[in-house]
């Protein structure tokens, strides 16, 4: 018997079919040791020895794995082949040698690029052992990024109250989102002007010419500033004769794009199918592991953590097979298309990202993945064919023009797909729109041809500022500076939303305050260590340990020489020191001029104070050079009316209702209200969802968010509704009690049955029940923070639930009829009231206190009950036990 070890069960139920008899699939599911989340896991001082540790679950595996091995002829390590993979097995052999359960079991590494019987068995066939260097360059990355978050954070929790954590690779991504920041704050528009004249040849053909010289001069972007020079270009003009002064017609080849890496499919698929990059990882993750095709389950995908454009051979041949087949002989090249790697320290020791069988057309697999699996498949489907097709053909055409009274001329450019190639299949999408693009197809004309004009109009133009990143422009040029790993791209953007130092507006990142503060703080006190080149190079050096052309702990010797002599400097400096620096760099953000000529910095509450940045335990804020004789604080940044931007207001009004729709802040944080409250009757509310600035919200999505829970539609399998909302723990889908996660709020208002059936179902695979007793009615999402109302079976009838707090319904109460307001009244009620076990307790020392505030009787009560009669201790700490409420059912 062979035991083979992969990281996932579902993996490993697809490999042992294919395997067969004779041998034992386990899954490791994914990493068994981590370092721990405390001080001295890696020990500089030591050589930077490392202590793992294991947690129970993987602990119990292991346990499985070890008892399997023992009278195994062979241990085979078949895990996912890149560095973490080969972690993964590196720990999992480090664990079993420890416990001693390989005497006399021979162990192999194997790798594959796709879960398919073919390949599976082919690489069973060329087994090897573990690859050090790989093992070295996880070692370094790992021991680095601990080293890291262990000891920049602390500095950040003592030097700037709020901040959460900073992190190697998460920082200087966070600096990227917060300088194109500064530079949109910094942008000043400029105007300039174009001027465009429609034409006519003499045989009646029409088409569009722009100026480009003027008298003798080429023209830059900037030549005509405004209106009353393009006004008097045009007069000029329309009184001159125009002549055709020469036609020039190239052909031109468009070639088509190389395959899917890691970062093009997460680019692409933010840009195509709205998918943000962890949901892209998700998705391609389970075509990669396997769908049920005809009774046997089988790989879709080639592995998706990959920097390399090239693709095997017989994949090659196979597109080839395909195009001829599908599209035409016109469509195939002469000879296959070989891509090689252009991106900085790409690694090519895997394929692109491609399907395993090219002849799988997506309308063949359509039926058998959902929603989301098939949208992806069918991008990767297209742009691996497209990227073997002929080129596509055009046509560039130029006519230019001039004026010969005027000395004016004008430009007009063409250009006509002749064979549209690969493009008959795929368009590469665009980030933001081009300027200057080509028109179409142009009219014929001969040199020295005579025109006519038709009309000629002056546009007004405003330059406009640098675009916020978009999650696919973030990764592009994250992968262009060669910082991090396109692996973890998905991961590091998470994290900083999870942090709460970005939020998203639109599909954009928007840095919070939170963040600017510590990418200003890191920037000014650690500049080395959030500098793009040298996160950079430092990535380099981890790709040289991984090629073994560097000692990976002569990596982290230099590193950590440099990193701690900055931390040292940083933990002298005293707070005033830092804010003094912030208050100086964050100074245009913080306090922006309002255009009138006073003091941004003057206080608004007394006369002669200064504003500036202060710390407190929740954070920054902006307080008052005169505390404490003056009392003023506010929020970071401000609105127009210099108060902070979190402040009440109203968006517009609901079409429907003929009520306004604010913006309002409450003790659980800011939600947005319809209407003002009325007698016997609560406004329609709903929460923000974290991550988006209660400043930048607008209408459009308020009502959105108002509409919410909203009907998926009706579960296929039990006949009930599956609802979509967004709570507390973020946006989820909810199903008869159960609730799963969804990627993002904007998810919550497109999700479809077929994924929110998918993701309650690997919800009920990964462990997830309804908590506690199933409820006997789901009223709905509560209105302020998004948790369920629903009536339970109690001791004594039935209730209603929220939270931790239950009110009893009427006995004559019809379950069927109650609604989601008659609930929220009754549990309003029941939380407004006082609860009577204090009193009884305070009551009989209160006779023997003076005359005082009902807080000195509490504390006196408190202070003499335990010494009067110390027996009843015991009994005391028993009693909240019983009162102690049932868990709510919550999303994760």
Not at 215 to 224: A, S, T, Y
Not at 478 to 489: D, F, H, N, V
């Amino acid at each position: 018997m062979d035991v083979v070890i992969v990281e996932s069960p579902a993996k490993a139920k697809t490999i042992n079919k294919y395997l067969g008899k004779g041998f034992k699939v386990l899954a490791s599911y994914g990493h068994v040791r981590d370092l721990p989340s405390k001080d001295g896991s890696v020990l500089p001082d030591d050589d930077f020895a490392m202590s793992w540790d294991v947690d129970p679950k993987s602990q119990k595996r292991l346990n499985d794995i070890a008892a399997a091995v023992k009278g195994a002829d062979k241990l085979i390590l078949a895990t996912d082949p890149d560095r973490e993979g080969e972690a993964i097995s590196w720990h999992v052999l480090e664990v079993l040698n420890k416990k001693k359960a390989l005497q006399g079991v021979n162990v192999e590494r194997v790798v594959f690029n796709a879960i398919t019987k073919n390949s599976v068995l082919e690489a069973m066939q060329h087994p090897r052992g573990l690859d050090k260097e790989l093992i070295d360059a996880y070692l370094a990355r790992r021991a680095l990024d601990y080293l890291v978050g262990f000891t920049l954070s602390p500095v950040l929790w003592r030097k700037l109250p709020g901040a959460r954590s900073a992190g190697r690779v998460q920082s200087v991504s966070l600096r990227l989102i917060c300088d194109r920041e500064l530079e949109i704050e910094a942008f000043r528009a400029q105007e300039y002007w174009t001027i465009e004249a429609d034409m006519q040849t003499g045989a009646g053909g029409a088409f569009t010419a722009r100026i480009v010289t003027l008298d003798g001069k080429k023209l830059e972007k900037f030549d005509i500033p405004n209106k009353e020079t393009a006004d008097d270009i045009v007069k000029r003009i329309k009184s001159s004769h125009f002549t055709v002064k020469s036609v020039e017609s190239k052909p031109a080849r468009r070639n088509p794009y190389p395959p899917f890496t890691t970062s093009t499919l997460q680019q692409e698929a933010s840009r195509k199918i709205g998918f943000s990059a962890s949901r892209t990882m998700q998705v391609a993750q389970r075509l990669y592991e396997g769908i049920e095709i005809d009774g046997e389950t089988t790989g879709l995908i080639t592995y998706m953590r990959t920097d390399g454009v090239q693709i095997a051979d017989e994949a090659i041949a196979q597109a080839r097979t395909v195009i001829n087949n599908e599209f035409g002989e016109a469509y195939l090249p002469s000879a296959p298309r070989i891509y090689k790697t252009k991106a900085k320290n790409a690694q090519e020791a895997h394929e692109a990202i491609r399907p395993t069988d090219l002849s799988r057309l997506p309308k063949h697999v359509a039926k058998t993945l959902d929603d989301d699996q098939r949208r992806l498949y069918e991008l990767i489907w297209n742009r691996t064919i497209a990227s073997q097709m002929e080129s596509t053909q055009l046509e560039r055409t130029t006519i230019e023009i001039e004026a010969d009274e005027q000395q004016i001329g004008l430009r007009a450019t063409g250009s006509v797909v002749i064979f549209d190639g690969f493009l008959r299949l795929y368009q590469e999408g665009r980030d933001e729109p081009e300027d200057g693009e080509e028109g179409g197809r142009l009219p014929k004309v001969a040199r020295g041809d005579k025109l006519g004009l038709h009309e000629v109009r002056a546009d007004q133009h405003f330059t406009e500022p640098p675009p916020r990143f978009t999650e696919a422009t973030l990764v592009k040029r994250m992968e262009e500076l060669g910082i991090g790993r396109p692996s973890t791209y998905a991961s590091t953007l998470q994290t900083l939303r999870d942090r709460g130092y970005v939020n998203m507006d639109k599909g954009r990142f928007v840095p919070d305050d939170k963040g600017r503060l510590v990418t200003a703080f890191l920037e000014n006190f650690f500049t080395r260590y959030v500098e793009y080149d040298f996160t950079a190079d430092l990535e380099e050096k981890l790709d040289k340990v991984s090629a073994g052309e560097l000692d990976w702990k002569q990596v982290l010797r230099e590193f950590w020489k440099d990193f701690t002599g900055a931390v040292g400097e940083a933990m002298e400096l005293r707070i005033t020191e830092v804010l003094d620096r912030l208050n100086e760099v964050l100074g245009p953000h913080v306090f922006p001029d309002k255009g009138d000529g006073s003091d941004p910095r003057k206080c608004p509450s007394c006369a002669d104070g200064r504003l500036s940045l202060k710390v407190g335990k929740f954070g920054a804020f902006v307080g008052c050079s005169n505390y404490p004789d003056c009392r003023f604080t506010r929020q970071l940044t401000v609105g127009a009316d210099g108060e902070g931007t979190t402040g009440d207001r109203t968006l517009g009004i609901d079409p429907d209702t003929g009520k306004p729709v604010m913006v309002k802040s409450g003790r659980f944080g800011p939600y947005i209200q319809l209407g003002e409250p009325e007698e016997g009757e609560k406004p329609k509310r709903a929460g923000i969802p974290k991550g988006k600035s209660p400043a930048t919200i607008e209408f459009e999505e308020a009502l959105k968010l108002l509409s919410l829970p909203r009907e998926v539609g009706i579960h296929p399998e039990t006949g009930l509704p599956i609802t979509a909302g967004i709570g507390r723990y973020g946006p989820f889908v909810l199903h008869d009690g159960t609730y799963a996660n969804l990627d993002s709020p904007e998810e919550v208002f497109t999700v479809g049955i077929n994924r929110a059936v998918t993701v309650l179902a690997e919800k009920k695979l990964r462990g997830g029940k309804p908590r506690g007793p199933k409820p006997l009615k789901e009223l709905g999402a509560h209105p302020v923070d998004g948790k369920p109302v629903q009536i339970m079976e109690g001791k004594y009838g039935a209730y209603v639930k929220h939270e931790k707090t239950n009110a009893t319904l009427p006995k004559d109460a019809d379950i069927e009829k109650v609604t989601l307001a008659e609930a929220i009244a009754l549990i309003d009620a029941k939380a407004g009231t006082p609860s009577k076990k204090p009193a009884k307790k305070a009551k009989a020392p209160a006779k023997k206190a003076k005359p005082a505030e009902n807080e000195t009787k509490a504390a006196t009560a408190k202070k003499a009950a335990p010494k009067k009669k110390p027996a009843k201790k015991p009994a005391a700490k028993k009693a909240p036990a019983k009162a102690k409420p049932r868990p709510a059912a919550a999303a994760d």
